[in-house]
């Protein structure tokens, strides 16, 4: 189960998901990233760290704008119609 094999081909077989929060946000997991952070910064009550929350959160925009040309090219118009019909990248409603 530890073994990671960096080198391997996608599978082929692999299905887009397009319901529960996939049907809502394309990137489930980046927005709980983000308000996971938001979170902390705010229990802590850290301005440093209220502030870089935009930081984190353009580094993980520009992750899924590459992300999304390969799922593009491997799903094709699969994703592009999932694209249209989802708006939001990280946020949900958003193109951004």
């Not at 692999?14 to 990233?33: D, M, S």
């Not at 249209?84 to 946020?91: A, C, F, N």
Request: include cysteine; glycine fraction near 10%; charge should be positive.
């Amino acid at each position: 189960g530890l073994y990671i094999k960096a080198f391997t081909a996608p599978d082929k077989n692999v299905q887009l998901r397009t319901t529960g929060f996939y049907g809502i946000v394309r990137n489930p997991i980046y927005l709980g990233e983000v308000l996971w952070c938001l979170g902390w910064a705010i229990i802590f009550r850290s301005i440093i760290g209220i502030s870089l929350v935009p930081v984190w959160w353009a580094g993980l925009l520009l992750h899924t704008m590459i992300e999304e040309e390969s799922l593009e090219r491997e799903l094709g118009q699969t994703y592009i119609t999932y694209k249209k019909k989802v708006r939001g990248r990280i946020i949900p409603g958003l193109p951004i």
